[in-house]
């Protein structure tokens, strides 16, 4: 009874209110599903009732035009019923195959001025679903990158692989802007990580008036700041410390203190990590792990790491076995011969060494500079 004792006036309101009625009806009746064509899943409830979930790619920033249109399709197909995932697909919901072509027909017909497809259907089985990622530039105080933009220039590249089931198994993408990671990073077949480089500079002069010190010593994971007083022009001025070789490029200080910024157009950059999952099918759930340390920040398109994505993923799909993960494959024929396999270059950047750990806490499973 999830309506239950609710307290509704704080947080948002409860799911189970946006149901359509034949999920409602089914609720924890569901008995399978299948994926019948690359982005539509039939699912099949024991009451005999069948739902069809149609998915369509959508990019997490869109005008209200956009959001207009999906509206007005939801009300044509799905008695006005729609959701977004949590990799910003967007699922239509019909209960008949005779929607579902009208629906499949509808969407395929829509395009934007240039021609391209508006509402692409795919994201499903051993595909490349939508990339969950962050916000970058667009909002928050620590991205090294962008995300969005990213994202574009990958996935125009990967499109293929949206509508299709030609991969050996589903190849979950994700996008962070910095490594307090909002996105899935650490646990998918392929990441995207945007990296500062350097410590956080510190404006001694203005720091006092901007920020409040405890606050900012609190805010560093790694207990990297420490109070001090210096003078500048004969006034003495509260500020803050920072222990270089324990800091990991964080921005948390940032985020509590804009005198302390650590943005830094040619430090700042793109690490890519491999072979984590959520799933324990085959295997246990794994970590990514970092395979190519730096690559600068390019925008608009970002070759550099467009060309990499794609180059992991054609030679993942290429050699690994049906229904392995990419970071199964990986373990399966051994590191060694996946970076020599995907032409990554091996350095000294790509070995964990916990010794330095003694005197330097920029180590870790993932990243060492
Ligand atoms: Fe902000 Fe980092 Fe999250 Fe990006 S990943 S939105 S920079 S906290
Ligand atoms: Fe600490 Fe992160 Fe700031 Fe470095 S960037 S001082 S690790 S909070």
Redesign the pocket.
């Known amino acids: 009874k999830p309506m239950e004792n609710r307290i509704t006036d704080i947080g948002p309101p409860h799911f189970a209110q946006f149901f359509p009625p034949v999920i409602k009806k089914n609720y924890g009746k569901w008995k399978s599903h299948e994926i019948i064509q690359p982005g539509v899943i039939k699912y099949t409830s024991e009451t005999g009732d069948v739902l069809f979930a149609v998915r369509v790619g959508c990019p997490r920033l869109v005008t209200t035009d956009y959001i207009r249109e999906v509206c007005e399709i939801a009300d044509k197909y799905c008695d006005g019923y729609v959701r977004w995932t949590t990799r910003n697909n967007i699922e239509f919901h019909v209960t008949d195959e005779e929607k579902l072509r009208a629906l499949l027909d509808d969407l395929k017909s829509r395009k934007f001025p240039g021609g391209s497809q508006k509402f692409p259907v795919g994201g499903t089985g051993a595909g490349v679903t939508n990339i969950v990622h962050t916000q970058g530039w667009v909002h928050c105080h620590t991205p090294a990158i962008d995300a969005s933009g990213v994202v574009k220039a990958v996935m125009d590249e990967l499109f293929d692989y949206f509508g299709s089931h030609k991969l050996p198994a589903q190849v979950r993408i994700a996008l962070a802007c910095c490594l307090n990671m909002c996105g899935a990073v650490h646990c998918s077949d392929i990441a995207i990580l945007g990296i500062h480089r350097k ?2 500079l510190i404006e001694d002069d203005r720091l006092q008036h901007v920020c409040e010190i405890p606050l900012v010593v609190a ?4 207990g ?2 420490k109070p001090a007083t210096v003078e500048i022009n004969g006034e003495k001025k509260k500020t803050v410390r ?1 222990n270089q070789e324990r ?7 940032y985020t509590m203190c804009p005198a302390m910024p ?1 943005a830094d157009g040619e430090g700042d950059g793109i690490a890519i990590l491999v072979g984590g999952k959520i799933s324990n099918r085959i295997s246990p759930p794994k970590f990514s792990k970092l395979v190519i340390p730096f690559i600068p920040n390019e925008p608009p398109r970002w070759p550099t790491t467009v060309k990499w994505i794609k180059k992991i993923l054609e030679t993942y799909a290429q050699h690994a076995r049906k229904y392995e993960r990419l970071g199964e494959w990986a373990e399966r024929i051994g590191w060694e011969r996946f970076f020599e396999l995907c032409e990554i270059p091996f350095t000294e950047k790509s070995i964990d060494d916990y010794r330095l750990a003694y005197d330097t806490y920029r180590t870790s499973l993932h990243f060492k500079f």
């Open positions: 410590p956080p805010s560093c994971p790694l990297a700041i920072v800091c990991m490029f964080c921005g948390n200080c650590l």
